[in-house]
């Protein structure tokens, strides 16, 4: 008599991360028909636009070339202002974890600059750098280095003792305990910091577009909302801001949860 192979069930994990994409598909779907009926009842296309509408100048848009251009544009200086921040941060964190003068410079500076919207800097980074994309480097490194630097701190000064006894038992050297012991105990934190520093890059660069892109050709996605608002064509700009926020949603579901599934949720680590 042949044996009966069961089937190998299925991984918890992942039905659970298809039952959550089929509740926000619903909740999309949901969110899509409220905007859609009301902007129906409302007929007013100069304030909402219908969703058919928006979709049709997003196609428009995107086939004509416009949208992502702009749309690369403004990744192209997010992603330099980015790596600049997380370069300097990582230098800060760096100097704070390995003296008490550079731990208390950095949290001096974090209580300093961090409360300081990086829209508010707008006016000095005019002065300084005049308008392009110097400017607007300089407000998305202030809007992703402190969040980023202060969740590394954090992050690593909750490391238990046991393994900071382990990295000095083992006689390392600063830079190899940073990167052999703190780095990877302390994850979780750093990966919660980046992901926040990369939602307030996207939005201070966005906010920095409206107020002064680099100019008419070569603007980012925020300068392309401002023109379209100017020329009274709204559909556009909500196809604008539909972009941003389609980028922020690829960018959330295809780095960062795939980042995290493949460290901190596969190793077990959570933050407290």
């Avoid at 974890?97 to 300081?116: E, H, I, K, Q």
Wanted: net charge positive; glycine share 8%; aromatic share 10%.
């Amino acid at each position: 008599m042949r044996d009966v192979v069961s089937p190998r069930p299925r991984p918890r994990f992942s039905l659970q991360a298809n039952a959550s994409t089929l509740r926000r598909i619903v909740i999309l779907a949901v969110l899509a028909a409220i905007w859609e009926l009301y902007a129906r009842w409302l007929d007013n296309s100069l304030l909402l636009p219908t969703l058919t509408a928006t979709f049709g100048a997003l196609a428009r848009a995107t086939l004509s070339g416009e949208l992502p251009d702009r749309a690369v544009t403004s990744l192209r200086v997010l992603t330099t202002g980015y790596a600049l921040a997380v370069a300097i941060a990582i230098v800060f964190t760096a100097l704070a974890v390995m003296s008490r003068w550079g731990s208390d410079a950095l949290g001096l500076l974090t209580s300093m600059f961090n409360p300081l919207p990086a829209i508010a800097l707008l006016p000095v980074a005019l002065l300084w750098f005049g308008i392009g994309v110097p400017s607007l480097l300089f407000v998305t490194v202030h809007s992703v280095l402190w969040p980023v630097a202060l969740a590394c701190h954090s992050g690593f000064l909750s490391v238990s003792p046991t393994l900071r006894m382990v990295g000095r038992n083992l006689g390392l050297s600063h830079g190899r305990f940073i990167t052999e012991i703190l780095m990877p105990a302390a994850f979780p934190h750093i990966l919660s910091g980046l992901r926040i520093g990369w939602a307030f890059a996207w939005r201070t660069l966005i906010a920095a577009e409206l107020v002064f892109g680099v100019s008419a050709r070569s603007g980012g996605l925020g300068w392309f909302i401002y023109t379209n608002r100017a020329q009274l064509e709204t559909d556009s700009v909500f196809a604008g801001l539909l972009t941003v926020i389609l980028i922020g949603l690829a960018v959330e579901e295809l780095v960062f949860k795939t980042i995290s599934r493949a460290t901190v949720e596969r190793w077990g680590q959570h933050t407290s």
